[in-house]
């Protein structure tokens, strides 16, 4: 049996319902062998983050160099970074791996507002990682940082995804999800031209690790050879069942059900 397979570097939520937990998860439920480097262990449950501990840079490194010195993933996505040294790092193994099918979701700052990504590491994002990236998928405040405009109308989230290609990302997708309205406009752009992928929003608290599980389902469905816009596509539509069909985990923010999809295409409820 041959198996796509998908690489995950971020950090770990013990809640497991965002980072490598959710990457993991959505990667089993969409059939691609996972794999992960561990960036940084943050303490949280729904209520929020109690604690950071980034690894080591050695450790890091180590986990890299296993990985690519054995594996060869069909797609890679990196979610929270932490630090300018690990994003140089990343981006020195990408290089060294020649590795393909990069995802990038920005991972800046977690619901309840405890920062993942330093400050000073933004500006190396732009210039070390991003130049890689088959598609960079920032929410409406991580793009705002990372172009330095404000984003309100429909159309600064375009004129955001062109400032996102012009720094070397293939395909640039802006997230609705932090918008406010009856809809969440996803705005994909690859260069040329614009997909729109609207969606009803879905009234609950429980969306802890939406980007996280989006972002890897889009690596999962790439690994797999889909089309960016065909990855993006299904990956919205298990993000979007994730959401729906809630499973009323914890006190506060809770995760998404990485089941429902895989659920309803089975036809069972
Ligand atoms: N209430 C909702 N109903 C439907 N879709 C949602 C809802 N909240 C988020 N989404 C979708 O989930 C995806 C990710 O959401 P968002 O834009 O909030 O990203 P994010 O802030 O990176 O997520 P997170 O920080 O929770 O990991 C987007 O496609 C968004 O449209
Ligand atoms: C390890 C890790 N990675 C990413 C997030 C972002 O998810 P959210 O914005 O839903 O808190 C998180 N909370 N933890």
Not at 165 to 183: E, P
Not at 191 to 220: K, M
């Amino acid at each position: 049996m041959r198996i796509a397979q998908a690489l995950t570097i971020a950090g770990s939520d013990n809640g497991g319902g965002a980072g490598i937990q959710a990457d993991l998860k959505t990667f089993q439920e969409l059939d691609v062998y996972g794999m992960t480097v561990i960036t940084a262990i943050a303490a949280q449950n729904t209520t929020g983050v109690q604690g950071v501990f980034p690894i080591s840079y050695e450790g890091i490194a180590q986990q890299l160099d296993s990985t690519g010195d054995d594996f060869k993933p069909n797609a890679v996505k990196t979610g929270m970074l932490y630090s300018t040294e690990i994003i140089q790092l990343v981006a020195e193994k990408w290089r060294h791996y020649e590795w393909s099918n990069l995802v990038i979701d920005p991972v800046m700052v977690a619901k309840g507002g405890a920062p993942l990504l330093q400050q000073q590491a933004i500006q190396t994002l732009i210039t070390e990682l991003i130049p890689h990236a088959q598609i960079t998928t920032p929410n409406i405040p991580e793009a705002e940082l990372l172009t330095g405009m404000s984003i309100r109308s429909l159309s600064e989230r375009e004129e955001a995804a062109r400032r996102l290609v012009q720094m070397g990302s293939t395909y640039a997708l802006i997230k609705g999800g932090h918008d406010t309205g009856g809809m969440i406009v996803d705005v994909l752009y690859d260069g040329q031209s614009f997909h729109y992928l609207e969606n009803i929003r879905i009234v609950t608290p429980h969306t802890h690790g939406t980007g996280c599980t989006y972002s890897a389902a889009i690596t999962a469905e790439l690994a797999k050879g889909s089309s960016v816009l065909a990855a993006v596509t299904t990956a919205r539509a298990f993000i979007q069942a994730a959401i729906e069909d809630e499973l009323g985990i914890g006190a506060g923010h809770g995760p998404t059900n990485h089941f429902a999809y895989q659920r309803r295409q089975r036809g069972e409820k």
